[in-house]
Structure formats: structure tokens, C-alpha cells
């Protein structure tokens, strides 16, 4: 099961946010409106809650669970609070958006230098953010437990991360009739993205949100349509069971310009990768940015 819970026109252009009415017209690609954002890089950002309370987001992805694989386990959420962020993911899911961990980052504590790394770590996510009570772990997030875990690996080596997803997915074997543990993954967009290569390769992933930002050989801004078709082509053929979703800089940081304009967006990338069987949405970096941009408002009803 995926994480699921017309043609527009566009017609304005005020402070630099387009306006769309929709009407019957050109649409020629498939729309999804599954739009997933990442959340907990920016104490600024506004609350879990005030995320989904906007209607943009059918899925919210907390990041990250940074500190794993050598006997010590911790998130880093930018200065958030941890009281009342169960709260806030009980309430998300509530209004049926999922809520997912992910795990990495761009720090350096963590890696899985063995098959028993891999196999710890899986238990402390577990028993400290899903279903798993095991009396002794720490849950910083209370009794609340996530949907699912996404795979963010942007450092060390690629070893044993097939393994860990296997042990993950195992604890769905205990249940009937839910997946209490769903997998997804957000690699960069040069194919194939060696760290988290093994792991994709499991077949137990079903969403892959693929970067198309933070690299000038297939950031549209960059590369151009082609660019990112190229790469684009190769995510969604190599894994055609998995929905693969458009990872967008919601906007600009100091020194890169990865943000796509709306404009070309509507007109150009969606129109294209929208093609493709198997594309799941649109997954923005981040919620800080969307909240200065309204990029996620402008693009909802096109994703």
C-alpha cells in the first residue's frame, strides 16, 4: 500500500506567487496531488502541528534521527522542543497525513560498521519511535509512533543499510492487516546514489523522494529539462514498484539556485516527469523555506 491517504490554467502573477483557476484544457500528464515536505531542520519553521495544519502536505517527514550505529542514538531537530512533538504527530496523523523518521542527515555520527549495527539500531528505532515498548529505551516523542522510516544517507559508507531496512521491515510480520513500518529513501539525483544503492536494491522501499537540487548535473536550474530526464528516466525505470517523487528546493539558499520557478515548473518539469508510470508527487526541502517561499501553496494543486 502507498503512503496515500483537473488541469489548471494559469492566469496571474502577483508577488511572485502564480494563480491558478482550473478549467478544462491541456493537461496531458498524470497528477498524483501527494505532496511531502521535511520537517525539523529550522526551530523557525512553526510547530509539527501548524505543518499540517495547512492542508498542503499529505505527508511530513521529521528530520532527522542523526546519532546511530556505534551504541548511541539521537535526533536533532534544530532547536524544536521535544515536549509536545508526540502530540503534534498523533494530531498529523489524525487528519490522515502520514508522519515518517528519517534517518542521517548531513552530520557525521552516524554509520552501520556491522551486520550487529545494523541489527541494534533497528531495535532502538523500534522500541523508541514505532510500535516496539521495550521497557528501559528512551521515546522522545512519548507514546506517539511514526509511520514509517525514510532513508537520508549523505555520509560514510553504504554498508549494511540493505540490512537494516530487512530488520526494519521485519516487525511488519507481526501484524495482520497494517504495515506498521513503511520504507522510503531520498537519495541525490545522479543514478545511482551509491549509499543508499544496497538498500534500494531489497525491493522493500515504496517511495523514493530523488533530489533534484544540490547538484548541477540534474538541478533543473542547471541542467535543464534534459538533466533532470535523463536521471529522472533512469530512478523510475530501475524501480518501477516504488513511486517515485520530484524532490524540490522549496527555495533558494546563500550561494545555490535550486529553486525551480513556477513558470517552469508548470509549463516544463511537471508536465514530463509526470509521464512516468510510477511518479508518486512531489517531496520540498523544506518547511522552513516553504514557509518564506509559499511554494507548496502555489504547486498543491499541481503535484
Known sequence: MALRRRSCLLTAMAMGVLVVSCVAGTATAKKTGQL???????????????????????????????????????GDLSGHPLNGIGDDIKYCQSKGIFVLLSIGGGGKDYSLPSSQSAADVADNIWNAHMDGRRKGVFRPFGDAAVDGIDFFIDQGAPDHYDELARNLYNYNKMYRGRTPVRLTATPRCAYPDGRVERALQTGLFERIHVRFYDDAKCSYNSGGLSGVMEQWNKWTAKYPRSEVYLGLAAGNVAGKNDNVHVKALYYDLLPNVQKAPNYGGVMLWDRFSDVQTGYGKTLKNWA
Open 36 to 74: 511531502t515536505v521535511f520537517w525539523g531542520r529550522n526551530k523557525n519553521e512553526g510547530t509539527l502541528k501548524e505543518t499540517c495544519d495547512t492542508g498542503i502536505y499529505m505527508s511530513v517527514v521529521i528530520s532527522f534521527y542523526s546519532v546511530f550505529g556505534h551504541g548511541r542514538y539521537w
